[in-house]
C-alpha cells in the first residue's frame, strides 16, 4: 500500500489503522521522521531490508501464504470527498489484470524496457503502470515531481526511458523515440 510521507499526520494515522499494517516499509528514517508519532508499526528502511536482524519477527507481521481471494494490494482514495477509501485488489484479480496487459496492452514490454512513472505511487491509476512494468521484467523509473517540460524531457534522456505514460497529449511532440500510454 503506498502512502505519501507529505500526507497530514492524522490521515497517515487513519489510512495505517484502517489498513491494519503491520511494517512500513520507507526510503529512509527520515521519511516518515514527522509522523513517528502516528505510526504504530515497526519502521523499516529500505537501505536495512536485507539485514534479517533489523526484520520484524514473521509472527509479528502476521504472514501466511496467499490464495486467489486473500487480499494483494490496497490504495487509498485521496480523501477529498470525505474520509479516506481503502479499495482491495485481490490475488485472481491481480493475476487476471497482470495476464491481460501482458498479452493485449504492454505488447513489447520486457526486460530491457525502461517504464517512466510520471504520476505518484499513491495515485490510483498508477497501477497500471507499476505492476505490468514489474511483472513482465521491465525497469520502473520513478519520476520526481516534474514542474516543466524540460525537466521531464531532461529526465527521460538521463534515465534512458523507452515508455512512459502521461495525461497529456501535448507533450507528445517532445519526445522522439519513447512509446507513449496516453
Known sequence: MPLDPSYPADQVELIMEDAESKVLLVKDEDTFAKHRYVVKCPVLSVMNILDDALLPEQSAVGWCPPTPNTSCYIIYTSGTTGKPK?????????????????????????????????????????????????????????????????????????????????????????????????
Open 86 to 182: 481503502g479499495m482491495v485488489l485481490e490475488h485472481a484479480n491481480m493475476s487476471s489484470f497482470l495476464h491481460h496487459g501482458a498479452l493485449y496492452v504492454y505488447k513489447g514490454l520486457g526486460p530491457g524496457s525502461r517504464f517512466l512513472l510520471s504520476s505518484p505511487m499513491t495515485f490510483d491509476m498508477s497501477c497500471g503502470i507499476q505492476f505490468p512494468t514489474l511483472s513482465l521484467g521491465a525497469t520502473l523509473i520513478l519520476a520526481p515531481k516534474c514542474e516543466l517540460l524540460g525537466e521531464l524531457e531532461l529526465l527521460i534522456n538521463t534515465a534512458k526511458v523507452s515508455c512512459l505514460s502521461c495525461h497529456s497529449r501535448n507533450i507528445s511532440h517532445t519526445l522522439q523515440g519513447v512509446l507513449l500510454f496516453v
